[in-house]
């Protein structure tokens, strides 16, 4: 690789499909090489994720991680303590207008709205999820809230059925959509996305945007590749997510990032 391991200062890296393996852990060989990096690189590495910070906290944790984070795919940015220093949330009226136009379609919502996770139904087919994020104040029914400014809005259904639902949501163009999985959508402010996210970092931090690495997978981490100074998409990325970075490096379950990084500092 062609590239100055000492200019280095900021790498930021997706969770799930990217850092994560399918039984969502990092390996013990990407914990290795991460802690080297903090501790004798002093790198800045910056989890990303479209998760709350209750769902990524551990994982900052296990790699003995101080620093910023990026969740809800950019809307927000959470200290190690979990504040949030930086937030674009949805406005009012498109978290309505949004829930109306889905309610022409058999798909499931919940969205995120100051640290409490609601979802539309009480069958909510990844209920699972939110067990294991431990995510608190869990809230059945949208329309048990008063406050629609959502951090994050996340769809659940069949792929066809969320292609049309995401063509409608854009007409409105009031919010940012992309595709987190094949049966996710997500929306989020529409000056919101994992590449502003790590733009804000990089001002807060005072580093050169070409001095930074970005590993992602799946449609959300486009802007991201694309305005960090090295993209880097793994193998069992999209296709269209492969074509926007400069390099593509093993599969999640290859331990693609640590392998990238271990042959670029070591």
Not at 161 to 187: M, P, Q, R, W, Y
């Amino acid at each position: 690789m062609n590239i100055s391991k000492g200019k280095i200062k900021l790498i930021a890296a997706d969770l799930d499909g990217t850092l994560l393996n399918s039984n969502k852990e990092i390996s013990e060989y990407n914990q290795k090489i991460i802690k080297k990096l903090i501790n004798e690189y002093n790198i800045n590495f910056i989890l990303s994720s479209g998760r709350p910070y209750e769902g990524i906290k551990n994982y900052n944790k296990l790699l003995e991680n101080n620093n910023l984070s990026i969740i809800f795919n950019g809307a927000s940015i959470a200290d190690n303590n979990g504040k949030i220093i930086f937030q674009k949330t949805i406005e009012e009226d498109y978290s309505k207008q949004i829930i109306e136009l889905s309610k022409k379609y058999d798909v499931c919502m919940h969205v995120y709205n100051n640290g409490k996770y609601i979802i539309s139904k009480e069958d909510f087919p990844i209920k699972s999820y939110v067990q294991r994020e431990k995510t608190v104040n869990v809230v059945v029914g949208l329309e048990n809230t008063d406050d629609y400014n959502f951090d994050k809005i996340l769809i659940l259904g069949q792929r066809d059925i969320l292609e049309k639902l995401k063509k409608e949501i854009d007409s409105l163009n009031c919010v940012h959509t992309c595709f987190s999985g094949d049966l996710f959508l997500e929306a989020i402010n529409k000056e919101a996305n994992k590449g502003n996210g790590l733009k804000e970092i990089c001002e807060i931090k005072k580093i050169d945007i070409k001095d930074t690495i970005a590993f992602g997978d799946n449609f959300n981490d486009i802007e991201m590749i694309e305005y960090a100074g090295i993209g880097v998409a793994m193998r069992n990325a999209e296709e269209k997510v492969k074509q926007k970075a400069d390099y593509i490096t093993l599969s999640n379950e290859e331990d693609g990032v640590g392998k990238f990084l271990s042959d670029l500092f070591y």
